[in-house]
């Protein structure tokens, strides 16, 4: 029998079954002595021990399509990066640090930006210059008052969605409006500091019907993107791929040489000067990484 492990706690592994069910399973000794740890997300095999009880053993992982370290998931289809127009306001370095990530996986990302009820329309349209020329879908939410939720389970339909972003932006809010059964803990907003409780504490994929799952992510608040070398930060940043091979230098850096497209291209507005100037930071930190 086959499903997706949605939930991973203290040795024992929660594996949905489509219309049969979750099982309790336990890996078997071979993974261990293999030194392959099933993840959430996997696609595996089981063999059952009690159909009454929903117990059983998991026998094979199905190959994965991808895995993510930090948090340790597998089979991602697409991330659904979610940050707040407002309170708190979006920290530009940390949603780009995410998309590097992400594009250095493979993995589609969707941006949503909730609580747009309390945005006014310039706080929206900024985040519409910064980010629309990027190549990314742009939602725009409010979860509180039930606003796009009909888009974004549209665009998360027979997909393995990862939901991920800082505390305090209403991602377990906008899982409870698509999940109810999820029964999320959904954390209030410290006004003294601006930022959220951390209030996912692991990793669990919650089934929205037969082939859709979405995932919430512990809380992050920072991203070290440091572990590849520099020359590769360019092929991460979608909207520099049409100025490739036209700079005056090959492998141009985009950060000093003169005659450079890609600089031009942000001088005359056709990319925006955060995405840049995120993009240089990044390289300046890979740049000096120490090397060990």
């Given amino acids: 029998m086959q499903g997706k492990i949605v939930k991973g706690i203290a040795g024992f592994y929660y594996v949905h079954v489509v219309e049969s069910g979750v099982y309790e399973c336990k890996a078997k000794g071979i993974f261990r002595k293999e030194k392959v740890k099933p993840l959430?997300?996997?696609?595996?095999?089981?063999?059952?021990?009690?159909?009454?009880?929903?117990?059983?053993?998991?026998?094979?992982?199905?190959?994965?399509?991808?895995?993510?370290?930090?948090?340790?998931?597998?089979?991602?289809?697409?991330?659904?990066?979610?940050?707040?127009?407002?309170?708190p306001a979006p920290h530009y370095n940390l949603l780009d640090r995410f998309l590097v990530m992400m594009e250095r996986k493979g993995i589609p990302a969707v941006l949503c930006f909730n609580k747009q009820d309390i945005a006014d329309e310039a706080q929206i349209e900024e985040l519409r210059a910064i980010?629309?020329?990027?190549?990314?879908?742009?939602?725009?939410?409010?979860?509180?008052?039930g606003k796009n939720i009909d888009l974004v389970r549209d665009c998360l339909k027979g997909k393995t969605t990862a939901i991920a972003g800082p505390s305090g932006v209403g991602k377990s809010t906008l899982i409870n409006m698509l999940t109810p059964e999820?029964?999320?803990?959904?954390?209030?907003?410290?006004?003294?500091?601006?930022?959220?409780?951390?209030?996912?504490?692991?990793?669990?994929?919650?089934?929205?019907?037969?082939?859709?799952?979405?995932?919430?992510?512990?809380?992050?608040?920072?991203?070290?993107?440091?572990?590849f070398e520099k020359e590769e930060?360019?092929?991460?940043?979608?909207?520099?791929?049409?100025?490739?091979?036209?700079?005056?230098?090959?492998?141009c850096s985009h950060v000093h040489e003169p005659g450079c497209m890609v600089r031009n291209a942000v001088e005359n507005g056709r990319i925006h000067p955060v995405r840049y100037q995120d993009y240089t930071e990044m390289y300046e930190e890979l740049k000096n990484k120490r090397r060990y």
């Fill in 131 to 145: 980010y629309g020329g990027c190549g990314y879908p742009l939602l725009f939410t409010s979860a509180l008052e």
């Fill in 40 to 87: 959430v997300g996997d696609n595996v095999e089981i063999e059952i021990l009690n159909g009454e009880e929903m117990t059983g053993n998991i026998i094979r992982i199905l190959p994965r399509e991808n895995e993510l370290v930090r948090p340790a998931v597998a089979n991602i289809d697409q991330a659904l990066v979610v940050f707040a127009v407002l309170r």
């Fill in 233 to 251: 930060l360019r092929q991460y940043f979608p909207e520099f791929a049409e100025y490739e091979g036209t700079c005056r230098f090959n492998g």
């Fill in 182 to 227: 999820a029964n999320m803990e959904t954390g209030s907003i410290s006004r003294k500091i601006e930022r959220g409780k951390h209030t996912t504490r692991h990793s669990e994929l919650f089934p929205i019907d037969g082939d859709s799952y979405i995932m919430d992510t512990p809380g992050f608040s920072s991203l070290y993107v440091n572990d």
